[in-house]
T-cell receptor
Framework: SQTIHQWPATLVQPVGSPLSLECTVE??????LYWYRQAAGRGLQLLFY??????ISSEVPQNLSASRPQDRQFILSSKKLLLSDSGFYLC???????????FGSGTQLSVL | AQSVAQPEDQVNVAEGNPLTVKCTYS??????LFWYVQYPNRGLQFLLK??????LVKGSYGFEAEFNKSQTSFHLKKPSALVSDSALYFC??????????????FGTGTQLKVEL
């Protein structure tokens, strides 16, 4: 069966420190991968998506970057975190022929 | 451009009563419409979707939604609410004409509170 793993669940980082959030998918190949940010427990903003290894599309200009070093691995990074990077980050995937998204359990990032 | 609106920040309903969570959308082509539910500090879970076919779509946990093309709406409904239905509900839309990995646009969410 298809599963998605996202870690860590909670992260507290000082301003100016680097960030690396990892997401891996199991049970499927060549998934579409997504990073969303949810601010204040409400609306979701699509940050990045990827349709294949090394293929990253950025939806909004920001302090973050994404990489896809392997088919089922998606990484969200920052060189220097800002206070405004705080939020709930969600990784998700779907397959080419299926429309619904499968979400990871999320990472609550607090930048202090 | 595609967009979706959830006009209610919160919906309160008594257990056993019917519930409706509203959603309207805007797309250029044919809409692909979804409802997701989120429990506190968790990821979103898929409830149901409309791609084509019957306007009334049935999904998980007894939820259903009705696609209304003339009103560009996709309201979520349940005949009898449970306290355990209390959660944050998201409507999402994708324009059937767009490509690029099935990007979805989410609404701002509606907090459903079911009380005894």
């Amino acid at each position: 069966s298809q599963t998605i793993h996202q870690w860590p669940a909670t992260l507290v980082q000082p301003v100016g420190s680097p960030l690396s959030l990892e997401c891996t998918v199991e049970g499927t190949s060549n998934p579409n991968l997504y990073w969303y940010r949810q601010a204040a427990g409400r609306g979701l903003q699509l940050l990045f998506y990827s349709v294949g290894i090394g293929q990253i599309s950025s939806e909004v200009p920001q302090n973050l970057s994404a990489s896809r070093p392997q088919d089922r691995q998606f990484i969200l990074s920052s060189k220097k975190l800002l206070l405004s990077d705080s939020g709930f980050y969600l990784c998700a995937f779907n397959r080419e022929v299926e429309e619904k998204l499968f979400f990871g359990s999320g990472t609550q990032l607090s930048v202090l | 451009a595609q967009s979706v609106a959830q006009p209610e920040d919160q919906v309160n309903v008594a257990e056993g009563n019917p519930l409706t969570v509203k959603c309207t959308y805007s797309v250029s082509g044919n809409p692909y419409l979804f409802w997701y539910v989120q429990y506190p500090n968790r990821g979103l879970q898929f409830l149901l979707k409309y791609i084509t076919g019957d306007n009334l779509v049935k999904g998980s946990y007894g939820f259903e939604a009705e696609f209304n093309k003339s009103q560009t709406s996709f309201h979520l409904k349940k005949p009898s609410a449970l306290v355990s239905d209390s959660a944050l509900y998201f409507c999402a839309v994708r324009d059937g004409l767009t490509g690029g990995g099935n990007k979805l646009t989410f609404g701002t969410g509606t907090q459903l509170k079911v009380e005894l």
